[in-house]
């Protein structure tokens, strides 16, 4: 904690629904008094925002809450030097929020300003900065976990001296779900109840940056299943209590998800890419039960308390099988799906492109895991090659970390249409009627990125034992959010992008340099990483390829043939003073050197007429590249 020179030491307290009384004020050195009389005490009443119950007791703190407070005079933020900086209240035992510092109004007339928040957190806010870590807990069947999700932020403008208390409302900045189990056709609620139905929700991401001046979410990561806060209880003809506090974001098509576990079986209900989730909101989710049914019927419900909304979006959830239908799987969203049971990733499918002595062609290859949760490279089974109607499929794969190589063992099997996850963790392609089998669901294993308030997904493409994203980085701003400036010429300095009227990005030197620009489990390869990805296609630009490559000048256009997935169009460089030189011809990514920490004097190229990769100069003076990402 930080106050600023003239602070006079003493008790304050915050009261709910009581005095707040505080002390802010020309604050005097260490030891030095303060006359009775000089001084106006800041003083508050507090209240919480909030017309139906969360939480808190009666809408109130409870003990032991913490709560933090900043004070900023006239006209300056939060970013500049604070009168009071990350004051510390805690409430006790008699209702007080008591802090061992005292703070009064300032006595040359300067308006204050006042911004709360809770929790409380010790390392504050640096200086020149606006931001706070924050997050939600995984297990909110914790009571403690639960309300320290519940982030609240309360701020006051232009506080002039007062004897008077004034008024400070915290406000919800998170969202919370209000979860039910509806019985369906011939469900007893009772049976129900006693069957006590567990509950976890997937595919959320858990932590965040919260700007503080701006009072919004600039940043968000880390995905964790859930278990959500509450006890089950009879409604009517419903099972309530159970809810949520997540952290605002956007909801995916078939990404997000809930798993209700009844009786030994487990159902899914995915949430709708239209489901709102606004800052200080809450919804309902309706879940209609039915045992003998491989569906279950979801309904959202509008927001309810004071934000009452009309709209009610329904969803479809489904039961999962003990087995995966290939023929069902897309793989348009991304390469590489991950297969589930209870929320636990059991396999990994991916649609990959197969290179050894006996093999060169696309496959869908189905791999267990290991003790440890990882994906076990080394006993992969191949369900089909493609383009292939003879009884080739089945095989084996196994790859060599090290080096990057396929050991391929041919199949003799038809075409495998149905896969299999056993007790003990190995993939078969067939069962019998003793085989124990897991119940299992394919989830595309999309990458996601938010910043700014932005969503992006990038599909996730595996080459060999590379993972890679499947299309060109796109964001335009830092991972907390703070935007990049958009260009319009290069020099070694500079740091932004350009934007094509394509809607292509490319990137000066210092922002592939820059350690807060990529999610944190991805980077920017080096050439040991593009080396290791042209050995293994033997050199043949044509399978990194995609879309429509033009003359450059009089040779002929080179091969393209897409089959590693990895989607590599030509959508050129940024040059000056050319601008966008070789859209059509060229695509450059950033390739950074041995330290992985500057950009290397040369990039990875392909080119319309070359069948190989090649090497381009890089020019950190005047040009800018797009980026690839690889996984860590």
């Known amino acids: 904690m930080v106050v600023k020179s003239n602070l006079c030491y003493g008790i304050g307290f915050f009261c709910l629904p009581l005095l707040f009384a505080s002390c802010v004020n020309h604050l005097a050195d260490e030891g030095e008094q303060v006359e009775k009389g000089e001084s106006i005490p800041?003083?508050?009443?507090?209240?919480?925002?909030?017309?139906?119950?969360?939480?808190?007791?009666?809408?109130?703190?409870?003990?032991?809450?913490?709560?933090?407070?900043?004070?900023?005079?006239?006209?300056?933020?939060?970013?500049?030097?604070?009168?009071?900086?990350?004051?510390?209240?805690?409430?006790?035992?008699?209702?007080?929020?008591?802090?061992?510092?005292?703070?009064?109004?300032?006595?040359?007339?300067?308006?204050?300003?006042?911004?709360?928040?809770?929790?409380?957190?010790?390392?504050?806010?640096?200086?020149?900065?606006?931001?706070?870590?924050?997050?939600?807990?995984?297990?909110?069947?914790v009571a403690a976990n639960y309300a320290a999700s519940d982030f609240l932020v309360a701020t006051k403008e232009g506080l002039s001296a007062s004897k008077e208390a004034v008024p400070l409302t915290f406000n919800h900045q998170f969202f919370r779900l209000k979860i039910a189990l509806v019985a369906g056709e011939n469900e007893n609620i009772q049976e129900l109840l006693s069957a006590n139905p567990e509950l976890s929700v997937s595919g959320f991401y858990t932590h965040g940056v919260f700007d503080l001046q701006e009072k919004k979410l600039v940043s968000l990561s880390d995905e964790k299943e859930m278990v959500p806060a509450g006890e089950w209880k009879v409604e009517g003809n419903r099972l309530v209590g159970k809810e949520l506090i997540l952290l605002p974001q956007e909801t995916t098509s078939g990404y997000q998800y809930i798993l209700l576990r009844v009786g030994g079986k487990s159902y899914t209900t995915f949430f709708p890419s239209s489901f709102l989730m606004a800052s200080g909101k809450q919804r309902g989710l309706d879940i209609t039960f039915v045992a003998s049914e491989d569906i279950l019927m979801s309904k959202v419900n509008g927001e309810i308390g004071e934000w009452q909304g009309a709209e009610v979006d329904?969803?479809?959830?489904?039961?999962?099988?003990?087995?995966?239908?290939?023929?069902?799987?897309?793989?348009?969203?991304?390469?590489?799906?991950?297969?589930?049971?209870?929320?636990?990733?059991?396999?990994?499918?991916?649609?990959?492109?197969?290179?050894?002595?006996?093999?060169?062609?696309?496959?869908?290859?189905?791999?267990?895991?290991?003790?440890?949760?990882?994906?076990?490279?080394?006993?992969?089974?191949?369900?089909?090659?493609?383009?292939?109607?003879?009884?080739?499929?089945?095989?084996?794969?196994?790859?060599?970390?090290?080096?990057?190589?396929?050991?391929?063992?041919?199949?003799?099997?038809?075409?495998?249409?149905?896969?299999?996850?056993?007790?003990?963790?190995?993939?078969?392609?067939?069962?019998?009627?003793?085989?124990?089998?897991?119940?299992?669901?394919?989830?595309?294993?999309?990458?996601?990125?938010?910043?700014?308030?932005?969503?992006?997904?990038?599909?996730?493409?595996?080459?060999?034992?590379?993972?890679?994203?499947?299309?060109?980085?796109?964001?335009?701003?830092?991972?907390?959010?703070?935007?990049?400036?958009?260009?319009?010429s290069v020099s070694a300095d500079n740091v932004g992008y350009f934007q094509t009227d394509g809607e292509h990005h490319f990137y000066t030197a210092r922002v592939a340099e820059a350690r807060n620009f990529l999610p944190a489990d991805w980077r920017i390869p080096n050439w040991n990483d593009w080396n290791l990805l042209k050995t293994y296609v033997n050199d043949e630009a044509a399978v990194l390829k995609s879309g429509e490559w033009s003359i450059i000048k009089s040779d002929p256009v080179a091969p393209v043939t897409q089959l590693t997935g990895l989607n590599m169009a030509p959508v050129g460089m940024w040059v000056d003073p050319y601008q966008n030189l070789f859209a059509g011809k060229y695509v450059a990514y950033w390739t950074l050197d041995e330290t992985n920490t500057q950009v290397d004097a040369t990039v990875f190229c392909l080119i319309s007429d070359k069948k190989n990769v090649e090497k381009a100069n890089a020019g950190v003076e005047n040009k800018a590249f797009a980026i690839r990402c690889i996984r860590k």
Not at 62 to 69: A, F
Not at 84 to 109: I, K, Q
């Open 42 to 141: 800041l003083k508050f009443v507090g209240t919480i925002h909030e017309s139906v119950q969360t939480r808190m007791t009666n809408n109130q703190f409870e003990e032991r809450d913490e709560v933090g407070l900043f004070a900023l005079a006239g006209n300056t933020t939060l970013q500049e030097e604070r009168y009071a900086d990350n004051l510390h209240f805690v409430r006790s035992s008699s209702g007080e929020f008591t802090s061992d510092v005292s703070v009064y109004y300032p006595d040359d007339g300067v308006t204050l300003s006042l911004i709360g928040y809770y929790p409380y957190q010790a390392q504050g806010i640096a200086m020149g900065e606006s931001t706070l870590p924050v997050s939600v807990s995984d297990n909110q069947s």
């Open 314 to 488: 329904e969803v479809a959830s489904v039961t999962l099988h003990n087995y995966v239908d290939i023929t069902k799987l897309a793989f348009d969203k991304s390469k590489v799906y991950k297969v589930l049971h209870d929320g636990k990733q059991v396999a990994e499918i991916c649609k990959e492109y197969l290179v050894a002595p006996e093999v060169a062609a696309q496959a869908i290859v189905v791999y267990p895991m290991t003790k440890d949760g990882q994906v076990d490279l080394t006993q992969g089974k191949v369900a089909q090659l493609l383009g292939k109607e003879e009884p080739v499929h089945g095989g084996s794969v196994s790859w060599n970390k090290q080096d990057n190589t396929l050991t391929y063992v041919p199949g003799h099997l038809p075409v495998r249409k149905l896969v299999y996850v056993m007790a003990d963790g190995k993939i078969s392609f067939s069962v019998t009627s003793s085989d124990e089998v897991l119940a299992v669901m394919p989830l595309e294993n999309v990458v996601r990125d938010v910043r700014g308030g932005v969503i992006r997904h990038y599909p996730l493409v595996k080459v060999a034992t590379q993972y890679w994203m499947g299309s060109n980085w796109e964001a335009t701003s830092y991972a907390d959010g703070k935007m990049l400036a958009k260009l319009d």
